[in-house]
């Protein structure tokens, strides 16, 4: 069966430090996956996605960035946090033959101070 | 106008009850039509998708889509204590763009 791990879960950081989040799948090969975001009174934001190695698409202007070093690895990244990155990532992973289903990880929770 | 508008709730009925959550969306391009349901501090979870207008049903959930009206319901019978949540609608239009909702909080009361 698939599984799908984030981590940290939870992580404090002073604005202006850098970012790392890491996303990994299990028990699939060439999953298509995304970075989201959930603010509070706000839906999920799609951030990033990618399709296979290498591949990354943005879908919103910021100082964010992804990478997909590895087939089942996808990183979030960022070089200087900013009060407004708060809040809750997710990471999702869903089959090029299934669009339309997609299974999110357990999340980070991300405080910006 | 917001392309996905749903109502944040919190929406409180008692154990039993038939509970009805409702999204209304704006661009006629969204083919599936999707609810997830998210614990506290979890991540989401999707229930059911549906691809056409008309009715989807499992369980003791019901998901309908009027594509005229741009309307998505879900609804649940018999609703539990643990069927409390934030329910999430979500479109797409086959892309791997999804648009989520902003979700809303049902509190089913023993």
């Known amino acids: 069966s698939q599984t799908i791990h984030q981590w940290p879960a939870t992580l404090v950081q002073p604005v202006g430090s850098p970012l790392s989040l890491e996303c990994t799948v299990e028990?699939?090969?060439?999953?298509?996956l995304y970075w989201y975001r959930q603010a509070a009174g706000r839906g999920l934001q799609l951030l990033f996605y990618s399709v296979g190695i290498g591949q990354i698409s943005s879908e919103v202007p910021q100082n964010l960035s992804a990478s997909r070093p590895q087939d089942r690895q996808f990183i979030l990244s960022s070089k200087k946090l900013l009060l407004s990155d708060s809040g809750f990532y997710l990471c999702?992973?869903?089959?090029?033959?299934?669009?339309?289903?997609?299974?999110f990880g357990p999340g980070t929770r991300l405080t910006v101070t | 106008q917001k392309e996905v508008e749903q109502d944040p709730g919190p929406l409180s009925v008692p154990e039993g009850a038939i509970v009805s959550l409702n999204c209304t969306y704006s661009?006629?391009?969204?083919?599936?039509f999707m609810w997830y349901r998210q614990y506290s501090r979890k991540g989401p979870e999707l229930l059911m998708y549906t691809y056409s207008s008309g009715n989807k049903e499992d369980g003791r959930f019901t998901a309908q889509v009027d594509k005229s009206s741009k309307y998505i319901s879900l609804f649940i019978r018999d609703s539990q204590p643990s069927d409390s949540a934030t329910y999430l609608c979500a479109f797409t239009s086959g892309t791997y763009k999804y648009i989520f909702g902003t979700g809303t909080r049902l509190k089913v009361l023993a």
């Open positions: 661009n006629s391009a969204f083919q599936y």
């Open positions: 999702a992973w869903n089959t090029g033959t299934a669009v339309v289903e997609q299974y």
């Open positions: 028990g699939t090969s060439n999953p298509n």
